[in-house]
Structure formats: C-alpha cells, structure tokens
C-alpha cells in the first residue's frame, strides 16, 4: 500500500525542516569527513538524519517498521529531494 498521506507529510516536513536549518545537520561534516569529497559525505549525513528522524517517529506512532512498499515509497521521496539537498549542501559548505 505504501506510505500513507500522513505519513508523506511528516517525511516531506522532515525534509523541509533539515533544509531550512543547514547548520544542524552539516555542523560536523568537514570536522568528520574523512573522504575527498566532502558534498557526498555531507549528503549521506543529511540522508542519515531525515532517515533516523523519520523511521523514529514512524516506530513510535506505529508501533511497527516499514513494509517494502512504504520503505520504497521513502526513498523515492528522498530521492526526489537529493537535487534540493545536494544545493542546500554546496551553498551551506561554500561549495561550487
């Protein structure tokens, strides 16, 4: 069946918020980053904070995991969101 109405909206919120506040998601990225390129680092934490934000508040108001068809649709809404990430990554880090 897929994500829910609701359940895309809190996702979709998840999202918006972390790109609004930057500093709160990337505030370590060049400290830890231990690769040459720092965009796809930072990436995987803005991906790893929508995911743990979300899966968490999903466990608690549904005392359950993602099904395939919900945990498909999640990545296809982040996937859809990676363009607006990867812009909000290199204006945040000063990135070209």
């Known amino acids: 069946m897929g994500l829910d109405v609701i359940e895309e909206k809190n996702l979709n919120d998840i999202i918006a918020y ?14 830890l980053s231990v690769t040459s390129n720092l965009e796809d680092f930072a990436y995987g934490i803005y991906v790893g904070y929508v995911s743990g934000v979300f899966f968490d ?6 005392k359950r995991y993602l ?30």
């Open 18 to 31: 972390s790109l609004d506040y930057p500093k709160m998601v990337l505030s370590e990225a060049k400290n």
């Open 57 to 62: 508040g999903f466990l608690q108001r549904n």
């Open 67 to 96: 099904d395939p068809e919900e945990s498909s649709d999640f990545h296809n809404i982040v996937l859809k969101s990676t363009p607006e990430i990867r812009l909000k990554i290199r204006a945040h880090l000063h990135l070209k």
